[in-house]
């Protein structure tokens, strides 16, 4: 069963224009949640996160807001640009992280000049 | 460089033999995951270690599917008897293991082709 969901598999923005990315996932014990940007043939670079005690955590041009009670997460981008386009995983994990995460299927991200 | 490293990147092989992978962690994380990724999905846990102890296997790793971590540093992931669907992108991440939450830095993986 899928825990983390994405829903839209792809996603195109304008330059300067905020990208908003979305992430549900269906289990509450989940307390650590993570983005990675992906690029085609690398490994997924670790991008931001946020524990369940926040909901919302800021890294410069990212922020990541967090709805427990909804069991929804997003990313902000703002202002996009190309080199943002990628594909971007939530992930999910019980305890921590001290586990393992669970990812979603993916975004791709496709910012225009 | 101090990142994850994975080797081969790229393992072209015919569907029955054996293949192996290696994966070095950030020399000071001490726990060291597989995940497997296949097109248009995100990565699927495998199996992790703290330091050499194998903690958790998922139920997608058959018994032809073998991890260790010997000393605690690097790690193996051998397939034997390879099918066609073994052809993914292998991945391995190593996080602290320190209170606290922890993030998993990733590997650039390796892509195993069957044929």
């Known amino acids: 069963d899928q825990q983390v969901k994405q829903n839209s598999p792809s996603l195109s923005v304008q330059e300067g224009r905020i990208s908003i990315l979305n992430c549900d996932y269906t289990n509450s014990m989940f307390d650590y949640f993570l983005w990675y940007k992906k690029y085609p043939a690398e490994g997924p670079t670790f991008l931001i996160s946020i524990s369940s005690i926040k909901d919302k955590n800021e890294d410069g041009r990212f922020t990541v807001f967090l709805n427990k009670s909804a069991k929804h997460l997003s990313l902000h981008i703002v202002p996009s640009q190309p080199g943002d386009s990628a594909v971007y995983f939530c992930?999910?994990?019980?305890?921590?992280?001290?586990?393992?995460?669970?990812f979603g299927s993916g975004t791709k991200l496709n910012v225009k000049p | 460089d101090t990142g994850v490293s994975q080797n081969p990147r790229h393992k072209i092989t015919k569907r029955g033999q054996n293949v192996t992978f290696r994966c070095d962690p950030i020399s000071e994380h001490n726990r060291l995951y597989w995940y497997r990724q296949t097109l248009g999905q995100g990565p699927e846990f495998l199996t992790y270690?703290?330091?050499?102890?194998?903690?958790?296997k998922s139920r997608l790793l058959s018994d032809r599917f073998s991890a260790e971590r010997p000393k605690g540093s690097f790690s193996t992931l051998e397939i034997q008897r390879t099918e066609q669907g073994d052809s993914a992108m292998y991945l391995c991440?190593?996080?602290?293991?320190?209170?606290?939450?922890?993030?998993?830095?990733f590997g650039p993986g390796t892509r195993l082709t069957v044929t």
């Open positions: 991440a190593s996080s602290a293991n320190d209170r606290g939450f922890h993030e998993q830095y």
């Open positions: 270690f703290q330091n050499e102890a194998q903690l958790e």
């Open positions: 992930a999910a994990s019980a305890n921590g992280g001290f586990n393992k995460f669970y």
